[in-house]
Structure formats: structure tokens, C-alpha cells
């Protein structure tokens, strides 16, 4: 025989379930009003629970009302880094794979999103995350922030149930961000961030990066010196936030440097151009710092026989060739990755957000480095590779291993 405490909790759900359907009015409706999804795990916490599992309400019908924001720890950590101590959690309604999923690019014209696109295509083929998606779709965009909200939103109306993107621009997506929750789409940016913390996102930390390239030219140049600096495609949070972290370091009090600012739009043959244009009116700089197109802009010093240069630049494989290369006539350069990967790290983000994992607003990976003294062949750079190819691409806590060979094997046209 029930007791009546039993016998109240049933009834308690029945007139829940009831008030769901329409059928009891208000009351049946208070019934399910603040409790808890499930109870925590015997001998953990609540917020431990949560991270390995989606609750019992989660695993149900999707809310139409986007994540929720809810304690952390989150789900595996080692990959999906929180970006500040304080950063909030996510959990979306957990449904069951396989997953449609769509990468929405914006610009495709340089070497690094042509790797990115590669990179997403053999992702998705990889044997542990191909059982996972349904479908996948590729369309890059241009430089229009409009063309591409309405690839996002032509995406969302599909049914598709992940969306990653490179945003065009670092804000104006708030439209778009409003439909995917109330779809329960789970949208991430990375790489080219928002400026929300209404969405996932990935990325390096752009900001910390700028500091790093301006630590290391202006220990190289003792706090003085003419300094040419190459910006990337303008108008999005990368380029900004690099150029600002840069600024930072060296227009500090006590600095006394002039800077020359040129735009390369991260590719090799316009940052060249760029680079060989600014030589032609300044003659001679003390040293380069070149967001990306890096292996271009380096070209333009050696062309021009310029004296040799501390060197600060992205991680095109040509780049750190010619920095192995001209090291020992003097040439030191410090070159960071702003990986091509992010693009799985983004994929793998909006599959575990998909099944219910409790997840960081903002996933910080961290920034791979190699310098003048740690360059060797066949690790931080590939002599049988093409220059443009971009070298950090392996993410071991997430799984994300993919070679050279298969990335290269793929195109970069949109998948449709």
C-alpha cells in the first residue's frame, strides 16, 4: 500500500502532466513550477551530476526557450576550457545523434579559411564524429553581414540542429541568436567571435595573443624602434583584438616606438604587397609584426634585402621555414597559431551541446607557440608541405587529430 506521501507526489505529477496538455488550468501548471530536474547523484554534487548528464526535464521535449544557464563544473574540461574563472555554463535539451549541422563562413578568400573549411569537412568524417551527423552543409558568405544572418537564419527554418560560424562582424546577431533558442538550435561562433555571452563560443584569446607578439618584439627592441604593423581583415573581432593586445605592450608608458600600420587582410600576396609598398616609402623598419599573410610580408623584407629583423607572425608553415631558415643571418621571430582546428573544436562544442552536456559560454583553447630557438622540421613546421598550410592542428584532450593530408585532400567549395 502507497503512503500518502507517495500517493501526494503522484498526484502532484499527474496534475503537472495535466497542466502541460491544457487540461487542469493554472494549478496543474503551478505544480511544475521550481522543481529541481533531477535529484543529484548519491554522493556528488548537483553541478557534478549535471556535467556528466542531462536531467530528466532535459531529455525531454526541446524548451523553445535556448539554454540554460546552470552551475559547472562542465563536461570535460581538459578540452572545453572555461575562458575566465567566472564564466557562466550552458545546457541545452538533449536529444538523441545524429545531428544536422551546418558551417556558415563568412570571408573564404586567404589560406587560413580555406584550411578551416578543409578542416570541418575531414571532422566530419572522422570515424568517431561521422555517427554523430545526419547531415552537413558548408556555405561561405563574403564579407556581408546580411548574406550571412540570412544563411544562419535559411539554416535554423531547415530544421538543422547545430550551427557554426565565423562571424562577419562582432555584433548584429542578436535577431538570429533570438530564433535559434527559440528553435533550440545550438549556434557557436569562433574564431571571429561575438561581442554576447548569449551563445557558445570558441576561441583563442586574441587580446592575450596581441600582448604576446608585443612582449617579444619589444624585448627585442629595449622599449624604442620603427615598427611595421600588418592588420588583418578589418572589421572583425580578431583583427581588432589582436591589434589591441599589441597596443597594449607597446604604447605602455616609458615606450617610445612609431608604428606604421598597413593592411594585409591575413592573405600572403596582399600583406606582401602591402609590405614591399611601405619598404618603398620608410626604406628600413627595426621589426615586423604581421597578424597573418605572414609568410608574405616576411617575403617582402627578404626581397627587398632588408637587414635582418625580429619577426612576430601567425603560424603559416612558409613563414616558420623562412624564420628556421634566415635564423642564423639573425632573424628571430615568434610565430603563434590561431589554429584552423577551432572549426572542429566549434563542431565537437554544438554535438556534446546537442546531447545535453553542460558546456563553458565562452571555450578558451590555448594558443600554440614556437619561436626561433624551438622551430624543428617535421614537429612546429613540415618542409614537404605548402607554405599556406597552417600548422597547429591537433587538440589531443578533444579528440581532434587529423593529419595533414586528409585536410589538404579536401576542397574548400560550399557543400549544399
Known amino acids: 500500500m502507497k503512503s500518502r506521501g507517495s500517493a501526494r507526489r503522484a498526484a502532484a505529477v499527474l496534475s503537472c502532466a495535466l497542466g502541460l496538455l491544457g487540461l487542469s488550468g493554472l494549478s496543474g501548471l503551478s505544480a511544475c513550477k521550481d522543481k529541481p ?4 547523484a548519491a554522493g556528488g554534487s548537483a553541478s557534478a551530476a549535471a556535467a556528466q548528464a542531462p536531467s530528466v526535464a532535459a531529455a525531454q521535449a526541446p524548451s523553445g526557450q535556448g539554454p540554460k544557464v546552470v552551475p559547472g563544473p562542465g563536461y570535460n574540461p581538459e578540452c572545453f576550457a572555461p575562458w575566465k574563472q567566472d564564466t557562466k555554463y550552458l545546457q541545452w535539451t538533449a536529444r538523441k545523434p545524429p ?8 570571408y573564404v ?26 547531415e552537413f552543409k558548408v556555405v561561405s558568405t563574403g564579407t556581408d553581414v546580411a548574406a550571412q544572418l540570412g544563411a544562419i537564419e535559411d539554416f535554423i527554418n531547415q530544421g538543422f540542429d547545430g550551427i557554426v560560424t565565423l ?11 533570438r530564433l535559434a533558442d527559440k528553435k533550440d538550435v545550438v549556434l557557436v561562433p569562433f574564431d ?3 561581442d554576447t555571452d548569449k551563445v557558445m563560443q570558441v576561441n583563442e584569446d586574441q587580446l592575450a595573443m596581441g600582448r604576446q607578439w608585443g612582449e617579444f618584439l619589444d624585448k ?6 620603427k615598427v611595421l604593423e600588418v592588420r588583418g581583415l578589418q572589421g572583425n573581432s580578431v583583427d581588432r583584438d589582436r591589434h589591441l593586445g599589441f597596443r597594449q605592450v607597446m604604447e605602455a608608458p616609458g615606450k617610445s616606438y612609431t608604428i606604421v600600420e598597413v593592411v594585409g587582410s591575413w592573405d600572403d600576396g596582399k600583406a606582401q604587397k602591402a609590405v614591399a609598398d ?23 623584407l627578404l626581397d627587398a634585402g632588408h637587414k635582418p629583423i625580429p619577426v612576430a607572425t601567425e603560424a603559416e608553415n612558409g613563414v616558420r621555414k623562412l624564420i628556421a631558415k634566415h635564423h642564423e643571418q639573425g632573424m628571430k ?9 577551432l572549426a572542429a573544436i566549434a563542431m565537437k562544442a554544438a554535438l556534446e551541446g546537442l546531447q545535453g552536456k553542460v558546456l563553458p559560454q565562452m571555450i578558451s583553447v590555448p594558443i600554440p607557440a614556437a619561436d626561433h630557438t624551438t622551430l624543428k622540421d617535421g614537429e612546429s613546421f613540415f618542409s614537404q608541405l605548402s607554405d599556406n598550410f597552417f600548422t597547429p592542428n591537433e587538440f589531443p584532450p578533444c579528440g581532434v587529430n587529423i593529419s595533414g593530408v586528409k585536410i589538404m585532400n579536401e576542397s574548400e567549395s560550399d557543400v549544399k
Open 37 to 40: 530536474d533531477s535529484a543529484p
Open 99 to 106: 545531428f544536422r549541422l551546418a558551417l556558415v563562413n563568412g
Open 109 to 134: 578568400g586567404n589560406a587560413w579559411r580555406i584550411q578551416m573549411v578543409k578542416t570541418a569537412k575531414a571532422f566530419a568524417k572522422d570515424p568517431a564524429i561521422a555517427p554523430l551527423i545526419k
Open 167 to 177: 562571424a562577419v562582424s562582432p555584433d548584429g546577431f542578436d535577431r538570429v541568436i
Open 192 to 194: 571571429n567571435v561575438l
Open 220 to 225: 627585442q627592441l629595449g622599449g624604442k624602434g
Open 278 to 300: 611601405a619598404l618603398a616609402v620608410h626604406r628600413q623598419f627595426d621589426a615586423l609584426f604581421a597578424q597573418g599573410g605572414s609568410t608574405g610580408a616576411v617575403r617582402a
Open 333 to 341: 621571430g615568434l610565430s603563434l597559431g590561431q589554429s584552423p582546428g
